[in-house]
């Protein structure tokens, strides 16, 4: 009866355990709906992990992950994963198969251009690449059309692409902290985003610390609708 109720295991917590490595036994529990790995030392994911068919949580921040595997690309009923924490620099091309993900958590790696594979994760409402080595964001971007949350502050992005303005669904775009000199005249369309945010988890446009140029600059004094007020067409 214990192997019974092993394999019928919906959600498993390995968290802050001290974990170097999993098992590749995991793949026998195929029933996982959530898999939490939360601060262990994993420096790798077994590939077994893409039997793992029922999947739609994984955790897998706080370790020392560099890659993952491209059977990852397999769990293709994952919703939320994230690998915030790591020393990831990509991620495999076969993770362009999770139509199914809605957040998405790569913060804190060490990312230096978005990877190709999330253009394609096109059920993407939350975006989440703070702190990594980003300079630029692909005109891509304006694939994820149900984006709701973009959060890139702490990078050294210096321009946006106008095809950000296209994601109409935007209510939450986090730039603060970047290399940003100006922003795109599109900008104004980008309507969801309300107001000039003041806290970190409030909605609207985050764009602190950036050596944003006049008049740019002191337009935004005036808030956002200022802002789209002046970069409209008249």
Known sequence: ???????????????????CSLPPALSALDNLVVLNLWGNNLSSLPPEIGLLK?????????N????????????????????????ISALPSSLAAMHNL?????????????????YSMKGLVFLHLA????????DQIQDLVNLKILI???????????????????????VDFNALQSVPVEMYLLSRLGRLACHPLDKGLHIIHNPLLKPIQEVLQGGLSALYNYLKPT
């Open 1 to 19: 009866s214990c192997s019974k109720h092993r394999e019928g295991l919906q959600k498993l917590n390995l968290s802050m355990n001290c974990l």
């Open 54 to 62: 029922k999947l739609r949580v994984l955790f897998a921040c706080r």
């Open 64 to 87: 020392r992950l560099s890659e993952v595997p491209e059977e990852l690309g397999s769990c293709t009923c994952l919703e939320v994963l994230s690998l915030a924490n790591n020393q």
């Open 102 to 118: 809605t957040k998405l958590n790569l913060s804190h790696n060490r990312i230096v251009h978005i990877p190709t594979c999330v």
């Open 131 to 138: 702190c990594n080595r980003l300079e630029t964001i692909a």
């Open 152 to 174: 890139v502050e702490g990078n050294s992005i210096h321009t946006l692409p106008k095809t950000l303005c296209f994601l109409e669904s935007l209510e939450l775009l986090n």
